[in-house]
């Protein structure tokens, strides 16, 4: 069983999944390796190392994979994602403001771009957690999914 946040609900880890706002109102996806053509997109995400609080993991997974420098707005979802690769995971989904930094189009996880909200691409049916997390995102915005619902 996992230590900080994930021991309080029933999961292995946690882990981040971060909605980046940019100034122009745009979302900043990276696009992993293999992703199909109709779906090549993610939020910017991962697991959190053992013992590190989500929040830190969540500015420092998008520096990472994007380049930029965020600020965390809000948690605005968390749920739990059961079968995943590495487990059961307790997903914190974060709002985070750009803050400096620039895209990296050679990033860990592919490419890093930024779309307007009416044009996003979909996401990697293999990253449920990620398109639960972007649907929650968008209902708050009052939008609709770029693809196909896999979860509440």
Do not use: W
């Given at each position: 069983?996992?230590?900080g946040?994930?021991?309080?609900m029933?999961?292995?880890?946690d882990g981040?999944?971060?909605?980046?706002?940019?100034?122009?109102?745009?979302?900043?996806?990276?696009?992993?390796?293999?992703?199909?053509?109709?779906a090549?997109?993610?939020?910017?995400?991962?697991?959190?190392d053992p013992?590190?609080?989500?929040?830190?993991?969540?500015?420092?997974?998008?520096?990472?994979?994007?380049?930029?420098d965020?600020?965390?707005?809000?948690?605005?979802a968390?749920?739990?994602?059961?079968?995943?690769?590495?487990?059961?995971?307790?997903?914190?989904?974060?709002?985070?403001?750009?803050t400096?930094g620039?895209?990296i189009?050679?990033?860990?996880?592919g490419?890093a771009r930024a779309y307007?909200l009416?044009?996003?691409?979909?996401i990697?049916?293999?990253?449920?957690?990620?398109?639960?997390?972007?649907?929650?995102y968008?209902?708050?915005?009052?939008?609709?999914?770029?693809?196909?619902?896999?979860?509440?």
């Open positions: 069983m996992a230590t946040y994930a021991q309080h029933a999961s292995d880890y981040a999944l971060v909605a980046v706002e940019t100034d122009a109102d745009e979302l900043v996806l990276i696009h992993p390796p293999g992703g199909p053509p109709e090549p997109a993610s939020l910017p995400s991962n697991p959190c013992g590190e609080i989500p929040e830190d993991a969540a500015v420092r997974m998008v520096r990472e994979m994007t380049g930029l965020v600020t965390i707005v809000r948690e605005y968390r749920f739990i994602q059961e079968g995943t690769p590495t487990g059961t995971m307790l997903a914190h989904c974060y709002i985070a403001r750009v400096g620039s895209l189009y050679e990033g860990p996880e490419p307007p009416d044009a996003l691409p979909a990697m049916p293999i990253r449920v957690a990620n398109q639960r997390a972007l649907d929650a968008l209902k708050q915005r009052g939008l609709a999914s770029p693809g196909p619902s896999t979860g509440p």
